[in-house]
């Protein structure tokens, strides 16, 4: 099964909150799972990723926890900016494969001042 | 170094004419990916070239849709026969060639394709 599902949907966050945003998988054989950052009007950015032999992985403000057992992956956002607001995609990439990206149906974000 | 540049940045065209979407990759990389971002919806794989191959398609529409990447010049996404359900955003992505387990895929602004 070669799908992701991302939730929620939408999110809003007073400033200096913590939005977490959830990915769930089938598939057992994707082993590379990126965030994409993606402001209105622009392409996705490559925010943050792991590996499933990690389980937790952060980059300045933004952490991923990953529990491989339940095939599940969230994005943490610590001390969240108003120009964090944005729309979020979870991704999964299949191992051996053409490296193409599955991406979650994506969150937006807002955090308001 | 430039990033992915696509063009045009926006289009317009009427039901049954032709859409053609250019990508040129950011120096050095031969890869190109192609995703198709309908309303209000992710991001759907859509074909993976390298120069002069089609490598995967399996996320190409049968009938219309078709995509090269020639040994000089831009990569060329092409829809025939435009409908309205064609509507959507079309981004690129390019990334450097193999020997990492995975390589960062860099997106360009799209196309925004309107179909009257």
């Known amino acids: 099964q070669q799908q992701v599902k991302q939730s929620p949907q939408s999110l809003i966050v007073q400033k200096g909150g913590i939005p977490i945003i959830n990915c769930a998988y089938e598939n057992t054989a994707f082993d590379y799972f990126p965030w994409y950052q993606q402001f209105p009007g622009k392409g996705p950015a490559l925010l943050i990723a792991i590996r499933p032999d990690v389980s937790e992985k952060k980059e300045g403000r933004f952490t991923i926890s990953f529990n491989k057992s339940a095939k599940q992956f969230s994005l943490h956002i610590m001390d969240s900016q108003p120009g964090d607001s944005a729309t979020y995609f979870c991704a999964a990439v299949l191992s051996g494969n053409t490296g193409k990206l599955i991406f979650g149906q994506g969150t937006t974000l807002q955090v308001k001042p | 170094n430039a990033g992915v540049m696509q063009n045009p940045r926006h289009l317009v065209r009427r039901r049954g004419q032709e859409a053609r979407l250019r990508c040129s990759p950011m120096?050095?990389?031969?890869?190109v990916y192609w995703y198709r971002q309908l309303p209000e919806e992710g991001l759907k794989f859509m074909v993976y070239l390298q120069k002069e191959n089609i490598i995967d398609e399996s996320g190409m529409p049968k009938e219309r849709f078709s995509a090269e990447f020639p040994k000089e010049g831009p990569s060329i996404l092409r829809i025939q026969q435009v409908v309205r359900g064609d509507s959507a955003a079309y981004f690129c992505?390019?990334?450097?060639?193999?020997?990492?387990?995975?390589?960062?895929?860099?997106f360009g602004p799209g196309t925004r394709l309107t179909v009257l």
């Open positions: 992505a390019s990334s450097p060639p193999g020997g990492r387990f995975y390589n960062e895929q860099f």
């Open positions: 120096k050095g990389h031969s890869h």
